[in-house]
């Protein structure tokens, strides 16, 4: 055995990682056609999961310090093609991104007991300077400060733009409880990136016209405000600063927004900026105290994906919740990825409700209820969804009580045709706390009648992903 494990970390060691003198990551053995900005990309695009998880994260401290040395020896550094098309827009290098967030992880002893901070060049996205509002929505006059907006005032003018075209889903509330008059209403949905809709994703059915950011982006006001949730989770938001933003915020919405370090869209020509997660609250029901933003890691190395952890207080129970909101990775392939990240999400919700707690002098950290909503890309069989599942914070999934026995989740949450073949499947989740929340009604799923043969994204919706809306109210009211 011991002899085994010798040979095992030698070959693994032994892997190098060429730099290229435009910044770029080759792999030996590959083709030479093949140069990547990351890991990750080359991983997706070789199809060699088994191999490029070990160049990844097996022995990560000692291989990355190798990787820093010589990426110090490669000498000079040229801009890579992507950065040149993502000019003006701040995000820094992608391989620079990627070896400042590894310099960290390398020098940091207790990474594994704090959450992985984003690099400087990451945060400094968070506000971009030259970001255009929407003019549809946003007409300053005379320099004076946006006022504030009606939301059947915002759904007439999607109405109007968007004209007598095809029909919206009708979708219905399934009650499970009476309630207490004071439900906490919650959304999450993957809005579809617009550079991923228009330039990576290949929906081979939807037309074009469908795909425009002028109609999709009345779709999804449409659809946020026909339900108005006091709490909306979103992901692959692309569009935050210039529409989603100083709408919902002109609408009584506070909110935040963590974008990917490497995020896809950049590699798009023409795009907004990168994609993440964004997470919107009603700052007439819930007072903000605080928030985390988070990038997921997997045996101590940070990955692309990210999170949002935030603290709210309800206003008139003077009650808390703590709402976290992610983006898994994606493709077949990656489970074991994703069930890292998952571990990690549920461990750093732990640490910001724990930290809440010491804080504020709550007896117990557990007194404060959980909400994580995501696009967590697994299906129901998958680890990472039984480990939220069996997880001592005491999690259920919401969308569960839609079925009979309110054991199985729906049949889908997206519903797609791409190159590859059609996919209908469920990879979206709202997880409760379900000793302290209680579900009292779930908006159900559009029929496959509704969505159509061509199915998602269409002239209907604006993305491939259905939204999930649920009501919650607290337990011990009554």
């Not at 995000?91 to 959450?115: E, F, K, V």
């Not at 997997?298 to 207080?313: D, E, G, K, S, Y």
């Not at 804080?359 to 909503?373: G, V, Y």
């Not at 990472?384 to 914070?393: D, G, I, K, T």
């Amino acid at each position: 055995m011991l002899l085994f494990f010798m040979i095992f970390s030698f070959s693994v060691a032994s892997v190098t990682i060429h730099f290229d003198d435009d910044n770029t990551l080759r792999q030996p053995g590959l083709p030479d056609t093949r140069v990547y900005n990351c890991p990750y990309k080359a991983a997706e695009q070789i199809n060699d999961y088994d191999s490029i998880a070990k160049w990844d994260f097996c022995n990560p401290r000692n291989h990355f310090k190798d990787l820093m040395q010589a990426k110090q020896h490669e000498g000079k550094i040229r801009k890579t093609k992507n950065e040149e098309k993502t000019t003006g827009y701040p995000m820094g290098g992608r391989a620079t991104r990627l070896y400042s967030a590894l310099a960290h992880t390398i020098s940091s002893s207790d990474a594994s007991s704090h959450h992985v901070p984003l690099p400087l060049t990451h945060l400094d996205t968070y506000q971009p300077a030259d970001a255009t509002l929407d003019p549809d929505f946003c007409q300053e006059q005379n320099g004076s400060p946006l006022s504030p907006l009606n939301a059947a005032e915002v759904m007439r003018q999607c109405e109007v733009a968007l004209g007598d075209g095809a029909p919206r889903f009708h979708r219905n509330f399934i009650r499970h409880s009476n309630g207490n008059g004071h439900s906490i209403r919650v959304m999450q949905w993957n809005i579809l990136a617009q550079a991923l809709g228009e330039g990576l994703d290949s929906f081979v059915l939807c037309p074009p016209e469908a795909l425009s950011w002028s109609r999709r982006k009345y779709l999804i006001l449409d659809e946020i405000l026909t339900y108005r949730p006091h709490i909306l989770c979103l992901q692959e938001v692309d569009h935050y600063f210039d529409t989603l933003q100083p709408v919902l915020g002109r609408l009584g919405y506070s909110s935040r927004f963590c974008p990917k370090p490497w995020s896809p869209c950049l590699d798009v020509e023409g795009n907004n900026g990168p994609d993440g997660c964004a997470l919107f609250f009603d700052e007439s029901r819930f007072e903000f105290l605080d928030c985390v933003s988070l990038r997921l890691s997997a045996m101590m190395i940070p990955t692309n994906q990210v999170a949002l952890v935030m603290i709210l207080r309800c206003r008139s129970s003077r009650k808390c919740v703590c709402v976290a909101v992610t983006h898994l990775k994606a493709r077949s392939g990656w489970e074991w990825l994703r069930s890292s990240q998952g571990s990690d999400l549920l461990r750093q919700v732990q640490n910001v409700v724990q930290k809440h707690a010491a804080k504020t002098s709550e007896d117990s950290d557990f007194h404060i209820p959980l909400i994580i909503c995501g696009d967590f890309n697994a299906v129901p069989t998958e680890e990472v969804y039984c480990r939220f599942m069996s997880s001592p914070l005491g999690l259920d999934s919401a969308y569960k009580k839609l079925s009979h026995d309110c054991l199985t989740e729906p049949q889908y949450t997206t519903w797609k045709i791409r190159p590859t073949g059609e996919c209908c499947t469920t990879l979206d989740y709202i997880w409760y706390s379900q000793d302290m929340l209680r579900v009292d009604a779930l908006l159900d799923m559009p029929s496959e009648e509704e969505i159509g043969p061509n199915r998602l994204p269409s002239f209907s919706y604006p993305s491939d992903h259905l939204s999930l809306v649920c009501d919650f109210s607290f337990k011990e009211d009554k």
